[in-house]
Nanobody, 126 residues
Framework: QLQLVESGGGLVQPGGSLRLSCEVSVLTLDYYAIGWFRQAPGQEREGLVCLSSTDRTTFYADSTKGRFSVSRDNAKKTVYLQMNNLKIEDTGVYFC???????????????????WGQGTQVTVTS
């Protein structure tokens, strides 16, 4: 049973950076795609970006392009979300998730991902 655990959230000022980690308990991470989602208060869970098993990045949210990047360390079974130039509207709970396929789903809705972490809170405030 694949399990995902996010870490690295916290409080940051606008313009600051954070790096989130998603540690995946699996025999090998090589064959898995991992996506990142954000859920702001009172809003639906929104797909941000996904990294396929072949390291292809798919951006789901235009707001993340140029500011967010995703990478993986298969030896550590960890996927990272680097977030730069954070804005107040980036506040929310961030989740990592795995789809059933090794590639990233087109569209990036929450329904396309079947395994989820518990989330980590990111608060951007001055």
């Amino acid at each position: 049973q694949l399990q995902l655990v996010e870490s690295g959230g916290g409080l940051v000022q606008p313009g600051g950076s954070l790096r989130l980690s998603c540690e995946v308990s699996v025999l090998t991470l090589d064959y898995y795609a991992i996506g990142w989602f954000r859920q702001a208060p009172g809003q639906e869970r929104e797909g941000l970006v996904c990294l396929s098993s072949t390291d292809r990045t798919t951006f789901y949210a235009d707001s993340t392009k140029g500011r967010f990047s995703v990478s993986r360390d298969n030896a550590k079974k960890t996927v990272y979300l680097q977030m730069n130039n954070l804005k107040i509207e980036d506040t929310g709970v961030y989740f990592c998730a795995a789809p059933d396929d090794a590639s990233c789903p087109v569209g990036g809705t929450k329904y396309q991902f079947s395994r989820w972490g518990q989330g980590t809170q990111v608060t951007v405030t001055s």
